[in-house]
């Protein structure tokens, strides 16, 4: 086959595979049809597969999708958009507090004790972080007065897991999201979206408080987890608004190597609010603007910490470095 009628069925392939497959061309105002007649004759026109791709990704970009992406013949993904965001997470200062809670990593999870209540950090729903792993975190700090959950670097992975560990947090069914797909068009008995439920999970569930930090670094699986979470009367959500990315995508063979992904739904929180594009906001907002403050230390988990003791109705007092006195510990009659 002559190399540009190779290029032609690779761009008609990725073309359809989206015509029948993507979900949200509508809610991205998005004119398909036309860009494929602005498009193709470009493509007609390649002299090389790099050629092609850079044909590809420009007519992808509209979508601002961060789902949608190539992976070249080496394995590298070559993103279609990249979003500019801020992430509320400094590395150096979240080790600074790690030390602090004598964290213990187990891959991606990360357990420690901050200010007096149980940490968990979630840096992946990805293996090998599982429901078991998750699960075993959970049984540790089953007597914890309070939990914080940090997912402020967590980009997703296994919704599945994310969902189910939810269930750890619920005594009660309810819709955690709904997601809206693409179907046949002959059948005509399945309404949109679909409701997907989660249930309580395990022997016991923590309906302690939780506060959970997200921030845009949180993405897709996250997202289901924080839109699901954040429904639940012990949990506050405090940072900044998700990613906005919850496409769950699957991979097509492109040709010459190459292979391209294509988002399946579009979800949409228990509020009924897409979650693409726009993230899942927190109960309380916090600027992120570290270099405001005099110490080294975690603003946004010194921030859990207290809305922790309100809820508990127990106030601590947290070191603002090594050298500081320990912790002390004061009960409500001492708030002033």
């Not at 991205?28 to 590809?56: C, G, H």
């Not at 200010?115 to 007597?143: F, K, N, Q, T």
């Not at 997703?156 to 309810?174: C, M, P």
């Not at 008995?189 to 302690?208: K, N, Y």
Request: charged share 25%; aromatic share 10%.
């Amino acid at each position: 086959m002559a190399p540009r009628a190779a290029f032609i069925d690779q761009f008609d392939a990725l073309w359809s595979r989206f015509d029948s497959v993507y979900p949200s061309f509508a809610y991205k105002r998005v004119d398909w049809d036309a860009q494929r007649t602005r498009y193709r004759p470009r493509a007609e026109r390649a002299r090389s597969q790099d050629e092609l791709v850079a044909v590809l990704i420009e007519m992808l970009t509209p979508l601002h999708d961060r789902h949608v992406w190539l992976v070249d013949p080496r394995g590298q993904v070559v993103p279609t958009y990249r979003a500019s965001v801020v992430a509320n997470f400094d590395r150096a200062r979240w080790e600074a507090a790690m030390r602090d809670a004598s964290i213990v990593r187990r891959n991606d999870i990360g357990e420690g004790m901050v200010g007096g209540y149980a940490y968990l950090y979630i840096g992946s729903w990805r293996a090998p972080v599982d429901i078991d792993a998750l699960d075993l975190a959970l049984e540790r700090v089953r007597e914890a007065q309070g939990l914080i959950i940090d997912l402020r670097t967590n980009a997703g992975g296994s919704d599945g897991t994310a969902l189910a560990f939810a269930g750890r947090f619920t005594r009660r069914a309810f819709p955690a999201s709904y997601v809206e797909i693409r179907t046949d068009p002959r059948v005509t008995d399945v309404e949109m979206p679909l409701a997907r439920t989660i249930s309580p999970r395990g022997a016991w569930q923590f309906t302690r408080p939780v506060v959970l930090i997200t921030g845009r670094g949180g993405l897709s699986a996250t997202e289901s987890f924080a839109a699901a979470m954040r429904t639940l009367p012990q949990v506050t959500v405090i940072g900044d608004t998700t990613g906005g990315a919850s496409g769950n995508p699957a991979t097509f063979a492109l040709g010459a190597g190459w292979q391209f992904t294509v988002p399946r739904w579009l979800e949409y929180g228990p509020d009924r609010q897409p979650i693409e594009g726009r993230g899942v906001a927190p109960h309380l907002a916090m600027t992120w603007n570290p270099d405001s403050y005099d110490s080294q230390r975690d603003p946004l988990i010194d921030a859990a910490v207290g809305l922790l003791g309100e809820r508990t109705g127990v106030y601590r007092i947290a070191p603002s470095g090594p050298a500081d006195p320990p912790t002390r510990q004061l009960d409500g009659r001492d708030r002033h």
